[in-house]
């Protein structure tokens, strides 16, 4: 029974990827390109904000300031409206 299950998975395996592999032929390259331009992108703005919290629970204000510098930048380029709370620095506060 077992051995009945294990191939039906198989084929079904081979059966989805046929078929993603006959979808990524009828797509431009230039689609691949910007789709993973775009999710870097997003992973870099994560980083940056995961390093700016770090950086704020270290009192590392100066490095805090940079990384709110680099997440407006990645924010602007992508489109995505980041409120500057979530940055965690005011515009008044001391660097």
């Not at 051995?3 to 993603?20: S, T, V, W, Y």
């Not at 009192?59 to 990645?74: D, P, V, Y």
Request: aromatic share 4%; proline share 1%; with cysteine.
């Amino acid at each position: 029974m077992d051995n009945i299950k294990d191939e039906n998975l198989k084929r079904l395996g081979r059966f989805i990827a046929e078929e993603l592999i006959d979808l990524a032929k009828e797509t431009d390259s230039e689609d691949w390109v910007e789709e993973n331009m775009r999710d870097h992108m997003i992973g870099e703005l994560a980083r940056c904000v995961t390093l700016q919290n770090l950086y704020l629970d270290r009192e590392e204000f100066e490095k805090c300031a940079i990384m709110k510098i680099r997440i407006m930048e990645l924010s602007d380029k992508l489109d995505l409206p980041i409120d500057t709370d979530l940055t965690n620095l005011e515009e008044d506060d001391e660097i």
